[in-house]
């Protein structure tokens, strides 16, 4: 863990998320990665109901709020009521709250974003680099003015 938080410190990046380590196996990380400066960012799910707020008072950085249930990937639709889980976190901190996990349109975003702090975005971006390979670049670049446009 040392090892891998010096890398990411090298990187000049601020914080890691750390997929599939429950809140109650976190310490053990976090520890390593407060030595080191980084934010291990908390998850809250809608299945984490009554854990929201244990979960943001310990929280740093930001909380990662999943969107929905399931595997990571493209959605057509997010049904989860993101409004009343970012409201449990405001009850108990003002940390930021960003809403992620299969948000790809910008119609998608800009309804996350409005109902938090900001949306996160991943396998759109990584199906894009998968398409166009070395030339992926001007691709994503292009991707996300679009998705930045549909938040202001």
Same mark, same amino acid.
């Given at each position: 863990? !040392? +090892?891998?938080? $010096? +890398? ?5 990046? &601020?914080?890691?998320? /750390? #997929?599939?380590? #429950?809140?109650?196996? @976190?310490? !053990? ?23 929201? $707020?244990?979960?943001?008072?310990? *929280? ?7 969107? &929905? /249930? ?17 409201? /449990? ?14 948000? &790809?349109?910008? !119609? ?6 409005? $109902? &938090? ?6 396998? *759109? ?10 030339? *992926?670049?001007?691709?994503? !670049? ?6 930045? @446009?549909? /938040? +202001?």
């Amino acid at each position: 863990m !040392e +090892k891998f938080c $010096q +890398k990411i410190v090298e990187g000049n990046m &601020s914080g890691m998320i /750390l #997929p599939d380590v #429950p809140f109650e196996e @976190k310490e !053990e990380f976090d520890i390593v990665c407060k030595e080191y400066g980084l934010d291990l960012i908390s998850t809250i799910a809608p299945t984490s109901h009554q854990r929201i $707020q244990i979960i943001a008072k310990k *929280a740093n950085g930001f909380i990662y709020c999943v969107s &929905s /249930l399931g595997v990571t990937g493209v959605r057509s639709e997010i049904t989860t009521n993101i409004g009343a889980m970012v409201d /449990l976190v405001r009850e108990v901190t003002n940390i930021p709250v960003a809403v992620g996990f299969g948000i &790809s349109t910008p !119609e998608q975003a800009k309804k996350m974003a409005s $109902q &938090s702090d900001g949306a996160i975005v991943g396998s *759109a971006i990584i199906k894009i680099i998968e398409k166009y390979r070395k030339d *992926a670049p001007q691709y994503v !670049e292009a991707y996300v003015k679009e998705m930045v @446009k549909a /938040l +202001k």
